[in-house]
């Protein structure tokens, strides 16, 4: 999602804007999750293609967004692709 708005490193900045800059409007568990320890293992298990996981093995967590998460990142989203993905959602009928 991050790297489809088009935010740095490859869309990680994200997990800042959510976490820091927009985080009295995202809400943990809610409109995201953060997968860690056991979780995690399982979560790059689950995902593995050919015995391999796209996720770092180095990567201590993980921010997954839920469908509200998607949503509401999209409408704040200052990148061009987050306004086309606002009008999108907000056209839902």
Known sequence: ????LGYDRDGG????MVTKEWDAD????R????LRGKQLKDFKRLIEVDGESPLSSY???VMLLTESGVHLAAILSRKEA????????????
């Open 1 to 4: 999602m991050g790297a489809a």
């Open 13 to 16: 900045h994200l997990v800042n």
């Open 26 to 29: 995202f809400e943990e568990g």
């Open 31 to 34: 409109d995201y999750r953060i």
């Open 59 to 61: 990567a201590p967590k």
């Open 82 to 93: 987050g306004r086309k993905g606002a009008s999108a959602i907000l056209s839902i009928e």
